[in-house]
């Protein structure tokens, strides 16, 4: 039996990593997927200063509380930031393996933020003061990047547009603090809108990709849009059964 913890990315809660979530209890594992503040089931609790600290200590106090070890700590999109800090800052010793879904770990003193081009900053920027209040940046058109994916269907789509919350915009803005000590964890990165060879070119060309490449890197390809845990479910909870520690 392993151990694994689910961090969702941008717009998301644990609902989004239910299929998922039931084919790892099917095979046997215990599983905990988690809802960061403000979003989810925890949506009313979603402030302006909800930042990345309060969501590393979301992840920091699953752990804490649940008296969780040999955890194999899975972290979607924006959450590679959040897994990363909480592993890397706090509570190393209790990891036994990183999964990055779709992502990967930026480098000390970079933000979520940083990795996105200046004309969607500015995008981004403007639907937060103009739709978010000041502080929230709210939920993408899902009918229209699904469009553009063959494997997600019209369920997908409304379960999105019904469960998806606006994202406490600080989270985007926060930079990470890294002691390095997370470098020694083994990494997995699943990779649905990019490939292994886009992602060690990115990490040989572009600073904030640079620790995306390694002896202690290994690549699962799950060919999909940005949500695989939505559209290939059963492929996702297939590769981190097998891509589980085995001591």
Known sequence: MTTFVLVPGFWLGAWAWRPVTAALRGH???????????LGERAHLARPDTDLDVH?????NLLRYEDLHDVVLVGHSYAGAVVTTAVADRMTDRIAQLVFVDTGPLPDGAANEDFSPPPERD??????????DGWRLPPPPWAGLAASAADVDESVVALLD????????????????????????PRLGVLSSFTAEQAREMAATVPLCR?????????????????????????????????RPTV
């Open 28 to 38: 046997g594992h215990e599983v905990y997927p988690l809802s960061l503040t403000g």
């Open 56 to 60: 590393v200590t979301d992840v920091v």
């Open 123 to 132: 995008r981004n920027a403007a639907m937060v003061a103009e739709h978010g």
């Open 162 to 185: 019904e469960r998806s919350v606006a994202q406490p915009w600080a989270t985007a803005t926060t930079p990470v603090r890294l002691t390095g000590a997370w470098e020694k964890l």
């Open 211 to 243: 620790h995306m490449a390694g002896d202690s890197w290994r690549y699962e390809e799950l060919p999909t849009w940005h949500w695989p845990m939505l559209s290939r479910p059963a492929e996702l909870a297939r590769i981190l059964h097998e891509a």
